[in-house]
């Protein structure tokens, strides 16, 4: 008998539990499921400030398939999957969102495909019912990201996936601190199945997103993923340096033939704004890539557990 593990990050997610919890053990209990899989559900509490911890715990209580982890504060998303994979036992995995955004039913579908050997399946979203803005803003980005690094991202394509124990050996032996999931999935590589889902409304509390925070993600996603853009910023450098020196050298000559004209306040200005702005630029992004090197090097683990079902006290903690 083989084992599936789930794996549920929550954070101030009280308020979804319940119904996750019940839903996942409507479909875990499927006939055909259950005949073929034992499985464990993990919850990961991702520094909670609600009652999500006391929930989570009372269905360990009851149910020994329940596990639980939980971290000392909020650690993020990507911390909480990681947390959830190194801890999981199956021979399968698969990670689903709290808020029922993810449709629980796919799960025997992803199983399906597990089965004919693929080694990720993934659920992909499409966007109806969404904002404008938002539809097109990550079209956009996405447009963009997939230019600029060397891994593909699917618009969509999010964190609802089925892994196989080997995908998420591959997985865990990254070791980066700075983790963009999306990147890192697709990193890995073998064969992918993809299954297509309609946008579903969250049950009940809010998204952790807002605006600015999926603008840092989405320049994560551009910076952890290669050096690219330091390499466009030195391309652009060295157009920019080839037309000063040829406009340097038309000035040059015009001043042997014709002589001192009147001082030119506009290229002036322009030509500082222009080097000014293109400067700083590359300052950030220089920046970017230093923070990063920073955080790497401190080598601090990933999130650290205050309490659990299954890790004991002590237990090497990242
Ligand atoms: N989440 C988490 N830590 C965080 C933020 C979110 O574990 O710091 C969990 C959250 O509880 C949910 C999932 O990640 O289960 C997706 O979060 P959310 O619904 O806010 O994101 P969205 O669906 O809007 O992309
Ligand atoms: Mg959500």
């Known amino acids: 008998?083989?084992?599936?593990?789930?794996?549920?990050?929550?954070?101030?997610?009280s308020s979804s539990l319940q119904e996750i919890y019940h839903e996942l053990s409507n479909v875990l209990n499927d006939d055909t499921l259950s005949t073929l899989y034992n499985y464990e559900i993990i919850f990961v509490n991702d520094g909670s400030v609600d009652d999500t911890l006391e929930k989570i715990k009372a269905f360990s209580i009851k149910d020994e398939t329940v596990k639980y982890i939980s971290?000392?504060?909020?650690?993020?998303?990507?911390?909480?999957?990681?947390?959830?994979?190194?801890?999981?036992?199956?021979?399968?995995a698969i990670i689903i969102d709290a808020d029922l955004q993810h449709p629980p039913r796919?799960?025997?579908?992803?199983?399906?495909?597990?089965?004919?050997?693929?080694?990720?399946?993934?659920?992909?979203?499409?966007?109806?019912?969404?904002?404008?803005?938002?539809?097109?803003?990550?079209?956009?980005?996405?447009?963009?990201?997939?230019?600029?690094?060397?891994v593909e991202l699917v618009d969509g394509m999010g964190d609802f996936r089925l892994l196989s124990r080997k995908a998420i050996n591959s997985l865990l032996a990254l070791p980066e601190y700075n983790r963009f999931s999306k990147g890192l999935f697709s990193w890995i590589g073998y064969d992918k199945k993809i299954i297509e889902y309609e946008n579903q409304e969250r049950v009940a509390g809010e998204?952790?997103?807002?605006?600015?925070?999926l603008?840092?993600?989405?320049?994560?996603?551009?910076?952890?993923?290669?050096?690219?853009?330091?390499?466009?910023l030195i391309?652009?450098?060295?157009?920019?340096?080839?037309?000063?020196?040829?406009?340097?050298?038309?000035?040059?000559?015009?001043?042997?033939?014709?002589?001192?004209?009147?001082?030119?306040?506009?290229?002036?200005?322009?030509?500082?704004?222009?080097?000014?702005?293109i400067q700083?630029?590359?300052?950030?992004?220089?920046?970017?890539?230093?923070?990063?090197?920073?955080?790497?090097?401190?080598?601090?683990?990933?999130y650290v557990v205050s309490q659990s079902n299954i890790i004991s006290k002590g237990e090497q903690l990242d």
């Open 280 to 302: 700083l630029i590359s300052i950030g992004v220089i920046g970017e890539y230093v923070g990063r090197i920073f955080y790497e090097v401190k080598r601090r683990p990933k």
């Open 71 to 92: 971290f000392s504060r909020n650690f993020g998303k990507e911390s909480a999957m990681l947390a959830g994979l190194h801890h999981s036992v199956g021979n399968v």
């Open 106 to 150: 796919l799960i025997l579908d992803m199983i399906k495909y597990y089965e004919d050997g693929y080694d990720q399946v993934i659920a992909k979203r499409c966007r109806t019912g969404e904002s404008f803005t938002r539809k097109h803003l990550t079209k956009f980005y996405y447009r963009i990201i997939n230019k600029l690094v060397d």
């Open 207 to 213: 998204s952790k997103w807002s605006l600015p925070s």
């Open 1 to 13: 008998m083989k084992t599936l593990s789930l794996i549920i990050p929550c954070y101030n997610e």
């Open 215 to 232: 603008l840092n993600y989405a320049i994560d996603g551009l910076i952890s993923f290669n050096s690219k853009p330091l390499r466009l």
């Open 235 to 277: 391309h652009l450098g060295v157009i920019i340096t080839v037309l000063n020196v040829i406009y340097i050298g038309i000035t040059f000559i015009r001043i042997l033939l014709f002589g001192i004209e009147t001082p030119g306040y506009f290229t002036l200005i322009a030509a500082i704004l222009l080097l000014g702005g």
